[in-house]
């Protein structure tokens, strides 16, 4: 199938980048950058119509164009702000996706959905009380970007216990090491710089977005 050796590729080409700086190579792995999500968007341009598709490729777009936005954030805090919007516009698409997926005719279990609540509200609070006094005038926007990450998380916690498995399951797991991804840059560029920062942000990155992909594309492939 055409679309799964796209999706391999980009998981072949994603090591490829991975690896590059720790053999010496951090420029070819920043101009690599761009060429990373354009895989998950061919792989989704050329999958059969299914609910949901115009919004899985506008969310991948603004995560593209939040990547190459981002490639710039260490030359003025602007690059960092507008990579900010960008990635708060592809989660806002996310959640509209995550809520109009087809269900099952499995009913959630309501102490799953109360209990996996409350472990997401504790970690939007640990984070904010981390971070919240480190993030000066970026108070406001990064806590409306935290608030809209973690209803993204819960949507598809919310999701993961309706939706058909194994499908399911992908989509929780991208939608994690998202929130991960972004908790790691958060953590690295407002409270305290982590070692290897770079790799860990952008391979839960590229796994969230390989994830949240592939579950989308599985709940919704023809019976």
């Known amino acids: 199938m055409k679309t799964n050796s796209i999706l391999n590729s980009y998981l072949i080409f994603s090591l490829l980048y991975l690896v590059l700086p720790f053999i010496g190579l951090d ?36 995560s593209w164009i939040g990547d190459i936005i981002l490639m710039f954030a260490d030359k003025a805090e602007i690059y960092f702000i507008l990579g900010l919007v960008s990635f708060l516009l592809s989660h806002i698409l996310y959640i509209v996706l995550f809520i109009r997926q087809p269900k099952s005719a499995i009913k959630g279990s309501s102490v799953a959905l109360y209990l996996g609540a409350i472990l997401i509200l504790g970690y939007f609070f640990g984070m904010v009380g981390l971070l919240f006094p480190k993030l000066g005038p970026l108070q406001i926007p990064v806590m409306v970007y935290a608030a809209v990450i973690t209803t993204m998380l819960f949507v598809a916690y919310k999701g993961s216990l309706t939706w058909e498995k194994p499908a399911a399951y992908f989509i929780l797991t991208g939608a994690i090491f998202f929130v991960l991804s972004d908790s790691i840059l958060a953590i690295n560029k407002f409270y305290q710089p982590l070692a290897q920062s770079g790799f860990w942000i952008m391979s839960t990155y590229i796994l969230a977005q390989f994830f949240i992909v592939s579950g989308i594309l599985r709940l919704n492939q023809k019976k």
């Open 27 to 62: 420029t070819v792995n920043w101009y690599l950058k761009p060429f990373l999500l354009p895989f998950l968007l061919g792989t989704v341009l050329l999958t059969a119509d299914f609910q949901g598709k115009k919004l899985l490729l506008s969310a991948l777009l603004f």
